[in-house]
């Protein structure tokens, strides 16, 4: 194909895009709209489980099974990660220098750190009562991590940070998100049903019977997933090197 | 007159969208994207969405630089390495 | 459309704006100094929309955006040391007077929250930010000049 067919093609793909856009924009409910009829059924069934955010209720409950999925991508895509940036066959590691950090620099890492471990674990066990839950919290653990290498030098955070346990935990959380879908078939007969534990009171820590296990399933998953990503981009950067690099 | 803080939201959104697509550098687009990241934050809590905002927040500012930037630290020094072995 | 959406839609158009403009033109030191005032100015606008729509729990957006938004600007300045020693940024009139905002923003806050956790919990954020981004203004004009490689 020309240079110039391509270009019709994709300006008749483009203009036919364009029309189904137009069209669809058309009939969607005017912004801001009172009429939710997903959204008044979504809130009456995350009352009914005693769950104060819709969101995770709806994450974590009523479609706990996409989320599944979600989990599955991000498990893969990391495995995906690591197969691609391992060390090759013709590549060596060389140890990192250590790195001369300014002082204030050093000590806000080292005060912040624990500061962000904190608040990535209270934004886990908060996911079914305000914004957050599992997946941010758990970027926001493993980020905090990583503030050792941004505040002091990578051997410093390769000392904290066994890589090899992060993905044994990262197999772990899945497979209890997986045990815990599979315990829904003791109350009831359906996968990830959220029945075998009380409701507890709403707006309290331990509400909403399967969400919360669900939501620290998620945040340890995400946590050690982020922390093995990281890993090997940090292992190409700074430590691994071709034949003869510098 | 309470939407106007949505349209600001937007138009900030599509700007730094823009600017993200049109700056080549690597390491300049990294900036304009963590930028970008906190401007659709504030567009998901405008549009009453902080689930999806906090998702934004914990992605976009700190992790995705930092992993763009490992990329372009690994292509430089390899691109050092090939000019040194030619 | 109360007092609070109103600081908030000035603050986040005027901030971000300026923040935007910085990280888009200029050499390479302005734009990092402008990336780091743009969570800097951000943060407050996240607190004041708290509470405009009277949701005390959109405070944890803030929260997420002083722990991390210094963490990021600490990944440009340790990952761009080379190119920044080159060129350092000089920037402390704008991020004392982003920081300047910040505390005035937390302090109207505080007095319209009075004394409970949800004023400890803005103290903290209010803190956690202003040290932050002096840290990172620091980290950027020079925090990393050891850094060979590494």
């Given at each position: 194909?020309?240079?110039?067919?391509?270009?019709?093609?994709?300006?008749?793909?483009?203009?036919?895009?364009?029309?189904?856009?137009?069209?669809?924009?058309?009939?969607?409910?005017?912004?801001?709209?009172?009429?939710?009829?997903?959204?008044?059924?979504?809130?009456?069934?995350?009352?009914?489980?005693?769950?104060?955010?819709?969101?995770?209720s709806?994450?974590?409950d009523?479609?706990?099974f996409?989320?599944?999925?979600?989990?599955?991508?991000l498990?893969?895509?990391?495995?995906?990660?690591?197969?691609?940036?391992?060390?090759?066959?013709?590549?060596?590691?060389?140890?990192?220098?250590?790195?001369?950090?300014?002082?204030?620099?050093?000590?806000?890492?080292?005060?912040?750190?624990?500061?962000?471990?904190?608040?990535?674990?209270?934004?886990?066990?908060?996911?079914?009562?305000?914004?957050?839950?599992?997946?941010?919290?758990?970027?926001?653990?493993?980020?905090?991590?990583?503030?050792?290498?941004?505040?002091?030098?990578?051997?410093?955070?390769?000392?904290?940070?066994?890589?090899?346990r992060?993905?044994?935990?990262?197999?772990?959380?899945?497979?209890?998100?997986?045990?815990?879908?599979?315990?829904?078939?003791i109350?009831?007969?359906?996968?990830?049903?959220?029945?075998?534990?009380?409701?507890?009171?709403?707006?309290?820590?331990?509400?909403?019977?399967?969400?919360?296990?669900?939501?620290?399933?998620?945040?340890?998953?995400?946590?050690?997933?982020?922390?093995?990503?990281?890993?090997?981009?940090?292992?190409?950067?700074?430590?691994?090197?071709?034949?003869?690099?510098? | 007159?309470?939407?106007?803080?949505?349209?600001?939201?937007?138009?900030?959104v599509?700007?730094?969208?823009?600017?993200?697509?049109?700056?080549?550098?690597?390491?300049?687009?990294?900036?304009?994207?963590?930028?970008?990241?906190?401007?659709?934050?504030?567009?998901?809590?405008?549009?009453?969405?902080?689930?999806?905002?906090?998702?934004?927040?914990?992605?976009?500012?700190?992790l995705?630089?930092?992993?763009?930037?490992?990329?372009?630290?690994?292509?430089?020094?390899?691109?050092?390495?090939?000019?040194?072995?030619? | 459309?109360?007092?609070?959406?109103l600081?908030?839609?000035?603050?986040?158009?005027?901030?971000?704006?300026?923040?935007?403009?910085?990280?888009?033109?200029?050499?390479?030191?302005?734009?990092?100094?402008?990336?780091?005032?743009?969570?800097?100015?951000?943060?407050?606008?996240?607190?004041?929309?708290?509470?405009?729509?009277?949701?005390?729990?959109y405070?944890?957006?803030?929260l997420?955006?002083?722990?991390?938004g210094?963490?990021?600007?600490?990944?440009?300045a340790?990952?761009?040391?080379?190119?920044?020693?080159?060129?350092p940024?000089?920037?402390?009139?704008?991020t004392?007077?982003?920081?300047?905002?910040?505390?005035?923003?937390?302090?109207?806050?505080?007095?319209?929250?009075?004394?409970?956790?949800?004023?400890?919990?803005?103290?903290?954020?209010?803190?956690?930010?202003?040290?932050g981004?002096?840290?990172?203004?620091?980290?950027l004009?020079?925090?990393?000049?050891g850094?060979?490689?590494?």
């Open positions: 194909m020309t240079r110039r067919a391509r270009l019709w093609l994709l300006l008749a793909g483009g203009a036919g895009l364009a029309v189904l856009f137009a069209a669809a924009c058309l009939k969607l409910p005017a912004f801001g709209g009172d009429r939710h009829p997903y959204g008044d059924r979504a809130v009456r069934a995350s009352l009914a489980r005693h769950t104060a955010n819709t969101v995770s709806v994450n974590f009523q479609r706990a996409d989320t599944l999925g979600e989990m599955t991508i498990f893969a895509a990391v495995l995906g990660c690591v197969v691609l940036l391992r060390q090759t066959r013709d590549e060596h590691r060389a140890a990192p220098e250590p790195a001369e950090v300014a002082l204030p620099v050093r000590r806000y890492a080292l005060i912040v750190l624990p500061v962000a471990l904190v608040s990535g674990l209270y934004v886990v066990a908060h996911g079914q009562l305000s914004p957050g839950g599992g997946f941010q919290g758990g970027v926001v653990a493993a980020t905090a991590l990583h503030l050792l290498y941004l505040g002091a030098d990578y051997r410093a955070l390769e000392r904290v940070r066994p890589v090899g992060y993905e044994v935990g990262d197999a772990l959380a899945a497979s209890a998100y997986l045990v815990t879908g599979l315990a829904g078939l109350g009831s007969a359906a996968f990830l049903a959220n029945t075998i534990l009380p409701y507890g009171t709403f707006n309290t820590l331990s509400s909403g019977g399967t969400v919360p296990l669900l939501n620290a399933a998620i945040g340890m998953e995400v946590a050690c997933a982020v922390v093995v990503l990281l890993a090997r981009f940090l292992d190409q950067a700074v430590e691994i090197e071709g034949e003869g690099g510098s | 007159m309470a939407d106007a803080v949505i349209v600001v939201a937007l138009l900030l599509a700007a730094s969208a823009t600017v993200a697509v049109v700056t080549r550098d690597p390491v300049r687009q990294a900036l304009v994207l963590a930028v970008l990241g906190v401007v659709l934050a504030v567009l998901f809590t405008v549009l009453q969405a902080p689930d999806v905002g906090l998702s934004q927040l914990a992605v976009g500012s700190a995705t630089p930092l992993l763009l930037m490992l990329t372009v630290r690994k292509v430089r020094r390899r691109g050092q390495e090939k000019g040194r072995g030619r | 459309m109360n007092g609070w959406t600081a908030a839609t000035v603050g986040l158009a005027g901030g971000l704006g300026t923040a935007l403009w910085g990280v888009a033109t200029g050499p390479l030191r302005r734009r990092v100094v402008a990336q780091n005032l743009s969570t800097a100015l951000a943060c407050p606008g996240l607190l004041l929309l708290s509470q405009a729509y009277g949701r005390p729990s405070v944890d957006l803030g997420v955006l002083a722990l991390l210094p963490v990021g600007t600490l990944v440009f340790r990952l761009l040391a080379d190119e920044l020693a080159e060129d940024p000089r920037a402390w009139g704008p004392w007077a982003v920081a300047g905002l910040g505390a005035a923003t937390v302090i109207a806050l505080c007095v319209a929250t009075g004394p409970s956790r949800a004023m400890v919990k803005l103290l903290v954020i209010g803190a956690l930010l202003i040290g981004n002096v840290i990172a203004s620091r980290a004009s020079g925090g990393f000049r850094v060979r490689r590494g």
